[in-house]
C-alpha cells in the first residue's frame, strides 16, 4: 500500500531533503581528477553529522558505505573505495539520502569531472536530468503513476542522441515511494508498460523519487560480483538524475531541490508548492 504523508511529516521529509542537497553541494565540489570515490563518501558522512542526520545507505541491505558513486559505465550502486580515483573526463552519479526524525530524503545527480567530455556525454545528462523534470512536471492531483512513467519515456525518446542510435533506458531500476522508509511502494517505471497498468492514483501527500537511469546503448545491466555494482551490459556510459518530490493539495513540492523545484517548474508552466520550512 502507498504511504500518504500529512503536511507535518512532509515537513519532516524537506529537512531530509535540504540534507541531502547539501550532500549534493558538498560531493559536486569534491568530484575532482584526483578524488577517490571513498573521498567523496567521507565528505558525504561529514555533512551528515553537521546537520545531525542520519545516512539511510549505509547498512541498508548490508551496503557498506554513505553513499552511492557510480563512475562512467557504473549505472547505480557504485560502492565508495579507494582504488576508484576520478580522472578528467570521467562522469559520476552520487546517489545520497538522509534520514531526519524517521524521515527519508533521496537523491542523485550526474557530475562531470574535470574538462573535455565530448558533446554525446554532455546531451546524455542533459537529457537524463530534463527527463526526470518532466516525470516531476507529470505529478498532478488525479493523475496516475502511468502518467509519470509516460512523461520520463516520452521526452528521452524524442530527444536525437548524437551519433544516431536510441538511448538506452535502464529497464531493472526505476524510482519508488519515499516516507518513513527510504524505498516504498509503488515500484516507479522510466517507462511505460502494458503489463503494470495505470497504478495508483496520485492524491496529496504522495511522495516519489523519479529516477531515471539512462545509457548510450543498451538498456540491459548487469550486477558484479560485489552484489552491488550495477554496470551496462554493453559498458556504455550513463547517466542517473533522481529528486524526492511531495504531491500537496497546491501542487509538487521537490523536496530535495534547494528552491524546492520553484524555478525548474515554473519553466514547465507548473507552480511548485510552498516551502513548509520558508520563513
Known amino acids: ?17 535540504l540534507v541531502v542537497a547539501a550532500i549534493h553541494a558538498a560531493t559536486a565540489e569534491a568530484a575532482v581528477p584526483g578524488a577517490t570515490t571513498r573521498d567523496l563518501d567521507e565528505v558525504a558522512r561529514k555533512v551528515l553529522a553537521e546537520h545531525g542526520a542520519k545516512p539511510n545507505f549505509l ?13 562512467n559505465d557504473v549505472v547505480v550502486h557504485g560502492i565508495p573505495d579507494d582504488k576508484t580515483v576520478l580522472k578528467d573526463g570521467d562522469i559520476i552519479s552520487v546517489d545520497a539520502g538522509a534520514i531526519v526524525d524517521g524521515w527519508h530524503g533521496d ?10 567530455h565530448s558533446p554525446e556525454l554532455v546531451e546524455l545528462s542533459r537529457v537524463t536530468e530534463e527527463s526526470m523534470w518532466a516525470g516531476i512536471a ?22 536525437p542522441k548524437p551519433g544516431g542510435g536510441k538511448y538506452g533506458i535502464i529497464e ?10 527510504m524505498h516504498m511502494d509503488p515500484h516507479l517505471l522510466n517507462y511505460v508498460s502494458r503489463k503494470r497498468g495505470k497504478g495508483p492514483k496520485l492524491v496529496p501527500g504522495f511522495c516519489l523519487a523519479i529516477e531515471p537511469m539512462v545509457s548510450l546503448g543498451t538498456p540491459h545491466t548487469e ?12 559498458h556504455t556510459w550513463s547517466s542517473h538524475w533522481e529528486h524526492s518530490i511531495a504531491l500537496t493539495e497546491e501542487g509538487p513540492l521537490v523536496l530535495t531541490a ?3 523545484g520553484r524555478a525548474k517548474l515554473a519553466e514547465l508552466g507548473v507552480t511548485a508548492a510552498p516551502d513548509p520550512l520558508a520563513a
Open 1 to 17: 500500500m502507498v504511504e500518504i504523508k500529512n503536511p507535518e511529516q512532509i515537513a519532516k521529509m524537506r529537512e531530509a531533503g
Open 59 to 71: 547498512g541498508y541491505g548490508g551496503f557498506p558505505a554513505t553513499i552511492c558513486t557510480s563512475v
Open 107 to 116: 537523491a542523485a545527480y550526474t557530475a562531470f569531472v574535470g574538462t573535455g
Open 138 to 159: 507529470a505529478m498532478r492531483n488525479g493523475s496516475r503513476l502511468v502518467d509519470v512513467s509516460r512523461a520520463i519515456e516520452t521526452y528521452i525518446r524524442r530527444q
Open 172 to 181: 531493472d531500476y526505476g524510482g519508488h515511494g519515499i516516507g518513513s522508509a
Open 223 to 234: 550486477v558484479l560480483g560485489d552484489e552491488w555494482t550495477v554496470v551496462t551490459l554493453d
Open 258 to 260: 534547494v528552491d524546492g
